[in-house]
């Protein structure tokens, strides 16, 4: 089991910049594929980005490519989510979660954290 921690969420004008981390508990976090998914008021959660244990493979949304990237430091436990030239339409909770397979669906993960906001103005 893995418990998931984000942290990096708030207000920013359209088309800046955040960070979003996820600290991972546990020794077995390499094991893990994770991504980010996101759910904006009166909408279903939705995958945004994910990355296969070892970080050599990424997928993303149609909506983010070539604006967000994420990364992981498996010796730090931790994941990441760049987001670049942020739109008011990524103003959502953002999630953190983690699974046995890298997998684009947010329904394919097995653990999640407690999610952050993010607020883009415009």
């Known amino acids: 089991q893995v418990q998931l921690v984000e942290s990096g969420g708030g207000l920013v004008q359209a088309g800046g910049s955040l960070r979003l981390s996820c600290a991972a508990s546990?020794?077995?976090?390499?094991?893990?594929?994770m991504a980010w998914c996101r759910q904006a008021p009166g909408q279903e959660r939705e995958f945004v980005a994910g990355i296969g244990n070892l970080g050599i493979t990424t997928y993303y949304a149609d909506s983010v490519k070539g604006r967000f990237t994420i990364s992981r430091d498996n010796a730090k436990n931790t994941v990441y989510l760049q987001m670049n030239s942020l739109r008011p339409e990524d103003t959502a909770v953002h999630y953190c979660?983690?699974?046995?397979?890298?997998?684009?669906?947010?329904?394919?993960?097995?653990?999640w954290g407690q999610g952050t906001q993010v607020t883009v103005s415009s």
């Open positions: 546990g020794r077995t976090f390499s094991r893990y594929a």
């Open positions: 979660a983690a699974g046995g397979r890298l997998r684009s669906r947010e329904r394919e993960y097995d653990y």
